[in-house]
């Protein structure tokens, strides 16, 4: 069965602390790693992944996959109360032309002033 | 770009009500459009895939005849919850794929369903 991992599952850090948020996965036809931030809506979209060792960046957030050992990181740097959110990690699956993702359960991070 | 607008974003009403939920997409098309359920404190679980022209394609375990889909246009999709009961009070939300490989799903601001 399809799964995907993260850890951990909430995160407390105060003002300028960096942090790194794991995720793993086990997915068949494998298309894609997507990161995601959650606050009270609906998540928003941060990255997009296809192949290994090439960093995203979007100003203090950064990402990277590892396709040998199916496993993702999502850091941020020099938090801000302004982080504070569920990050989702989620899988895209190749099943004939859908292309639906497989959500991990989150990392809730909770940014102190 | 790549907006997706979701209406109503709060619903309550009474046990044995049909709600329909919109998903568009603002400024793309958008031939396939997913909805997904989300639990307090859980994940996304992917209900149906919903595909412009043809019949969606629902998920094991999630009932086709009590979850509605109808994508009639490459902007709109709706979800129908038939007959709702308090079970299926929860948070739906709708994402929809720019066309074109390595693009990823956009999601709509949800739907807070409340049966009563």
């Known amino acids: 069965e399809d799964k995907v991992v993260q850890s951990p599952l909430s995160l407390v850090v105060h003002e300028g602390d960096t942090v790194t948020l794991n995720c793993s996965y086990e997915v068949t036809n494998f298309r894609s790693l997507l990161w995601y931030k959650q606050e009270k809506k609906a998540p928003t979209f941060l990255f997009m992944l296809t192949s290994s060792g090439i960093e995203k960046k979007s100003g203090r957030l950064s990402s990277i996959l590892d396709k040998k050992e199916l496993f993702s990181i999502l850091n941020i740097t020099a938090t801000q109360t302004g982080d504070s959110a569920v990050y989702l990690c989620?899988?895209?699956?190749?099943?004939?032309?859908?292309?639906?993702?497989?959500f991990g359960k989150g990392t809730k991070l909770s940014v102190k002033p | 770009g790549a907006v997706v607008s979701q209406h109503p974003s709060r619903v309550i009403c009474k046990s044995g009500t049909s709600v329909k939920i919109e998903c568009r997409s603002l400024?793309?098309?958008?031939?396939?459009m997913f909805w997904y359920r989300q639990f307090p404190k859980q994940s996304l679980m992917l209900m149906a895939t919903s595909n412009e022209g043809s019949k969606a394609t629902y998920e094991q375990g999630v009932e086709k005849d009590k979850f509605l889909i109808n994508h009639a246009s490459l902007t709109l999709s709706t979800l129908t919850v038939t007959s709702a009961h308090p079970e299926d009070s929860s948070f739906y939300i709708c994402?929809?794929?720019?066309?074109?490989?390595?693009?990823?799903?956009?999601f709509g601001d949800g739907t807070r369903l409340s049966i009563l």
């Open positions: 989620a899988v895209e699956a190749v099943g004939g032309s859908q292309g639906n993702l497989i």
């Open positions: 994402s929809a794929r720019v066309q074109g490989y390595g693009k990823p799903q956009h």
């Open positions: 400024d793309f098309q958008a031939t396939t």
